[in-house]
């Protein structure tokens, strides 16, 4: 007897210390996750000019994966025949985190659409420098040209590069922060012959219209190549949907058929295989169609 309570006493103070162990290791991870989240929200922020507290980026997340949650259990229960909680929670779940990083990719296509306007005004900015050093003007007062055309973006980014200039920073200071800032692979070409016709004393109307000729080349490039895999792109799309459409069309249409996966362990594991396979088929097929020029 006495064995028993002293075994029943170990079992549970073994339990007791693994919980908090586990508890430990969750709370140290999600602050972690959070920290790591907060940066890069912050980054992604800045890289779109938005006003807002990075922790927001992380609420929003949340709310609208709690929201797509419900919404997915609430429309099985209205249209499924027959109630089943793992089949809910399973499909809650999925909608939960596939919705998770909603805001971050809306912010990852704000940036990617505010770089493409910005190289396609680089053209017209490296023109309008051209024309302004052959009107006798220095190469920071054709920056400043840039500056007061109010073409958004590259106009505020010029805007931030004149300031710089105006407080003392030197030139290739300013253009290296600008570079680190944008992150263009052309404005860096620029930048670097810029810095480098300073230094050698080259002719700057003619470095600028060769970079100009050289960016529309590769715009030139670059659309031709866009148009050329918009069928991958559109497969990819096609391919990462089909699976999730298919299994909430069978969940309606044949739910004896689908409890068979949602009521098992094995069941669970194989939907969960699937979407890994599924997300993996998607970023292969996008990182073929994504060709750098």
Not at 17 to 37: G, H, K, P, Q
Not at 57 to 67: E, N, P
Not at 136 to 159: D, L, Y
Request: glycine share 6%.
């Amino acid at each position: 007897m006495l064995m028993t309570v002293i075994a029943s006493l170990a079992a549970g103070m073994s339990v007791l210390l693994a919980t908090f162990v586990i508890v430990d290791f969750i709370r140290e991870t999600s602050a972690r996750y959070r920290e790591n989240y907060i940066k890069e929200a912050a980054v992604e922020l800045d890289d779109v000019l938005l006003q807002m507290p990075p922790g927001r980026i992380l609420d929003v997340s949340l709310a609208i994966s709690g929201f797509c949650f419900f919404v997915v259990v609430g429309i099985y229960a209205v249209s499924g025949s027959e109630w089943s909680w793992t089949t809910s929670l399973v499909l809650g779940a999925i909608a939960a985190v596939s919705s998770f990083p909603a805001p971050r990719l809306y912010l990852k296509l704000l940036h990617k659409h505010r770089m493409i306007k910005f190289n396609e005004q680089l053209e017209d900015a490296l023109s309008s420098m051209s024309s302004s050093i052959k009107a006798g003007f220095s190469i920071n007062q054709a920056m400043e040209t840039v500056a007061e055309e109010n073409k958004r973006p590259i106009s505020f980014e010029f805007s931030l590069l004149v300031q710089e200039l105006r407080l003392g920073v030197p030139l290739e200071k300013a253009l290296d922060n600008m570079v680190n800032r944008l992150d263009s692979p052309d404005l860096e070409l620029v930048a670097t012959a810029l810095i480098t016709a300073r230094q050698t004393g080259g002719e700057l109307t003619q470095i600028l219209d060769r970079l100009a000729g050289v960016i529309r080349e590769r715009m030139r490039i670059a659309n031709k190549l866009r148009a050329m895999t918009a069928q991958g792109r559109l497969q990819a799309i096609i391919i990462g949907i089909m699976p999730f459409a298919l299994m909430f069309a069978m969940a309606h249409v044949a739910p004896d058929t689908m409890k068979v996966f949602f009521d098992s362990a094995i069941g669970i594991i194989s939907i969960i295989v699937v979407i890994i396979l599924d997300i993996v088929g998607f970023l292969v097929i996008k990182k073929i169609t994504t060709i750098d020029v």
